[in-house]
């Protein structure tokens, strides 16, 4: 079975500096990893994803994501903090090529000081 | 592009009734997916259609929940009767297919709560 562990309910971070999501996924084979962010009262918006090449990922709105193999972690990170970035964040994982189901972890809330 | 519509946005029903969710995913996408969000956790896949099939339903409570697509576009997503225990909000999402490695789109929902 695949799981997705996010180990903070929440991360507060002030604005400008920078920010870390963590994420660890248990999985059989090669993972496909994916950010996604949530908004009060709207759907996941997709960020960024991982499936083979260069372990560091660039996606939207600055959001970059480093793969460690070694770690099983994919943890979101971005340079300099906006408020604007205070939201919902998931880590979601599948086993790859041919595997349909996507494992969500619970959510990590992002709080961005001013 | 359009993104996933989902109607309506909130509803609220006494335990034991009947409710019905709809679903039209962006154009063009053949794998359709509904997911239970309940408060505090990630969302839960419930069904996976690829066009008008089924691919996955393992996770979806058969004796209450049903969904159907049955023209390989629009989707509903219908509970009877409702528990309590359903409160949650219910997403759909789509993907284009084709390449596996595609990201799933998600629509903003439908908050449901039971009383």
């Known amino acids: 079975a695949q799981s997705v562990a996010q180990p903070e309910d929440q991360v507060n971070v002030a604005e400008g500096n920078p920010l870390t999501v963590k994420c660890t996924y248990s999985?059989?084979?090669?993972?496909?990893l994916f950010w996604y962010v949530q908004y009060p009262n709207r759907g996941l918006q997709f960020l960024l994803k991982y499936i083979t090449g260069d372990n560091l990922v660039k996606g939207s709105y600055g959001f970059e994501a480093e793969f460690n193999k070694s770690q099983t972690s994919f943890h979101l990170k971005k340079p300099s903090a906006l408020v604007s970035d205070s939201a919902l964040y998931f880590c979601?994982?599948?086993?790859?090529?041919?595997?349909?189901?996507?494992?969500f972890g619970k959510g990590t809330k992002l709080s961005v000081i001013p | 592009e359009a993104g996933v519509a989902q109607s309506p946005r909130y509803k609220i029903i006494e335990k034991r009734q009947s409710v019905a969710f709809w679903c039209n995913p962006i154009?063009?996408?053949?794998?359709l997916y509904w997911y239970q969000q309940i408060l505090g956790q990630g969302p839960k896949l419930l069904i996976q259609?690829?066009?008008?099939?089924?691919?996955?339903d393992s996770q979806l409570p058969k004796d209450r929940f049903s969904a159907e697509r049955l023209k390989g576009v629009d989707s509903t997503l219908k509970i009877q009767p409702a528990k309590l225990e359903d409160s949650a909000v219910y997403l759909c999402?789509?993907?284009?297919?084709?390449?596996?490695?595609?990201?799933?789109?998600f629509g903003d929902g439908t908050r449901l709560s039971i009383l």
């Open positions: 979601a994982v599948r086993a790859g090529a041919g595997s349909y189901q996507l494992t």
């Open positions: 999985v059989s084979g090669n993972p496909y």
């Open positions: 154009s063009g996408h053949a794998t």
């Open positions: 259609f690829q066009n008008n099939g089924v691919v996955d």
């Open positions: 999402a789509s993907r284009l297919g084709g390449a596996d490695n595609q990201p799933q789109h």
